[in-house]
């Protein structure tokens, strides 16, 4: 399958300090990536979309500011946290799909946010 | 929007023993319905998938059943091993919102050798 890869997996970082996260589709090219966010023993959130050269799309209740998101080609998208405050660390997991509607999602293997 | 209800959220059985998970979903226009199975600190995998265009796909040990009708699907996972322990997602996409996946809460399964 396809693979994708988001880096780092792990990262510990002070209050009030900012952290990128990358995502990249290492076989395919991904017009549209998702970004989630997992808190302990919970479902995946979905926190938005990015789109290959445009402004991602947020779900309600997701603080643009809070979360930049750049899709700068078609094979990367990061998730910038800034300002970082403890409430922010979790479990942030990117997803591409190589395909339309009705295809497979496939997850970078997650980020482990922890910020002290 | 889409909404995607998941049970039980924890599920023991015995070694070579089926398990069941059961979800809804709330809107009509979802056309695909996969399953990713997660275990603890990694990415979820996707386990089998079905498209609205048939009712059963099955997979050597994991079967998944959908009525579009009722709106509701289901996964099958025979001969339980304690490998198939991990956290289970069902999911719906397609519809109105497009290409966005909405994930159910989960289902903690644990199998006791």
Same mark, same amino acid.
């Not at chain 2, 059985?13 to 009509?28: L, R």
């Given at each position: 399958g396809a693979v994708v890869s988001q880096h780092p997996s792990r990262v510990i970082c002070k209050s009030g300090t900012s952290v990128k996260i990358e995502c990249r589709s290492l076989d395919f090219q991904a017009t549209t990536m998702f970004w989630y966010r997992q808190f302990p023993k919970k479902s995946l959130m979905l926190m938005a979309t990015s /789109?290959?050269? !445009?402004?991602?799309?947020?779900?309600?209740?997701?603080?643009?500011?809070?979360?930049?998101? /750049?899709?700068? !080609?078609?094979?990367?998208?990061?998730l910038t946290v800034t300002s970082a405050h403890p409430e922010d660390s979790s479990f942030y997991i990117c997803s591409a799909r190589s395909g339309g509607r009705q295809t497979e999602a496939f997850f970078g293997q997650g980020t482990r946010l922890t910020v002290v | 929007g889409e909404n995607v209800e998941q049970h039980p959220s924890t599920l023991s059985?015995?070694?070579?023993?089926?398990?069941?998970?059961?979800?809804?979903?709330?809107?009509?226009a979802s056309n695909y319905f996969p399953w990713y199975k997660q275990e603890l600190g990694k990415r979820p995998q996707l386990i089998i998938d079905i498209r609205s265009n048939v009712g059963e796909k099955k997979d050597q040990r994991i079967a998944v059943t959908l009525n579009k009708t009722a709106k509701h699907f289901s996964l099958h996972i025979t001969e339980t091993q304690p490998e198939d322990s991990a956290v289970y997602f069902c999911a719906a996409s397609g519809g109105l919102r497009g290409q966005k996946v909405t994930f159910g809460t989960g289902t903690k399964l644990q199998v006791i050798p």
């Open positions: /789109n290959e050269g !445009s402004k991602a799309t947020y779900e309600q209740g997701v603080e643009k500011d809070k979360f930049l998101i /750049n899709h700068a !080609s078609l094979t990367l998208s990061t | 059985v015995q070694e070579g023993d089926s398990a069941v998970i059961k979800c809804t979903y709330s809107d009509s």
